[in-house]
């Protein structure tokens, strides 16, 4: 009679995660990684479903968020200035409490540098598809209402508002 392997044991005891861990130290295997909402960009532990509330929510980020569309670069520092800014906006809705559809968004870039109303939606859509993810859906969903605005600052105090606010009717 041969041995079993180490995945065998472990995949007979699938109903017991104790003595699965009791298992792994003594074979010396490590805990496999636990898995998370987004492979590659940063790891946040799925936490399984959030609680929803209907409450207004207003949220300070601060970053500094320019226009993409006419900068010229590599593609590749394009890709790591969204991933910082989604990076940013994530590490601070984790926090919160996921709101309920339908809303009004209202996204306010804080600036000293002003930018015109098609440059406005592009400097904030990183942002846009990050709270768009927090809450679970697509950004192009009816059930959003996207504002976007601007304010100005000095220099160095740039940031990003986010104001997430029910509407009055509801879709059951």
């Known amino acids: 009679?041969?041995?079993?392997?180490?995945?065998?044991?472990?995949?007979?005891?699938?109903?017991?995660?104790?003595?699965?861990?009791?298992?792994?130290?003594?074979?010396?295997?490590r805990e496999p990684k636990a898995k998370h909402q987004r492979r590659g960009r940063y790891t946040l532990p799925d936490s399984g479903p959030a609680p929803v509330t209907r409450e207004p929510m207003l949220v300070l980020v601060p970053i500094h968020t320019e226009s993409l569309a006419n900068a010229r670069g590599h593609w590749r520092a394009k890709a790591k200035t969204v991933k910082n800014v989604r990076c940013a906006v994530a590490?601070?809705?984790s926090s919160k409490t996921r709101r309920e559809l339908p809303a009004v968004v209202t996204l306010t870039r804080i600036s000293w540098m002003p930018l015109d109303d098609d440059n406005l939606g592009g400097a904030l859509k990183p942002v846009r598809d990050e709270v768009a993810e927090w809450i679970g859906t697509n950004d192009r969903s009816p059930l959003w209402t996207w504002?976007?605005?601007?304010?100005?600052?000095?220099?160095?105090?740039?940031?990003?508002?986010?104001?997430?606010?029910p509407t009055k009717e509801r879709t059951e």
């Open 91 to 93: 590490m601070l809705l």
């Open 147 to 165: 504002r976007c605005r601007q304010e100005s600052c000095k220099r160095g105090n740039e940031a990003v508002r986010i104001s997430i606010e």
């Open 1 to 29: 009679m041969s041995n079993p392997t180490s995945a065998q044991l472990l995949a007979s005891l699938a109903h017991d995660p104790a003595m699965q861990a009791s298992v792994r130290e003594q074979l010396g295997e």
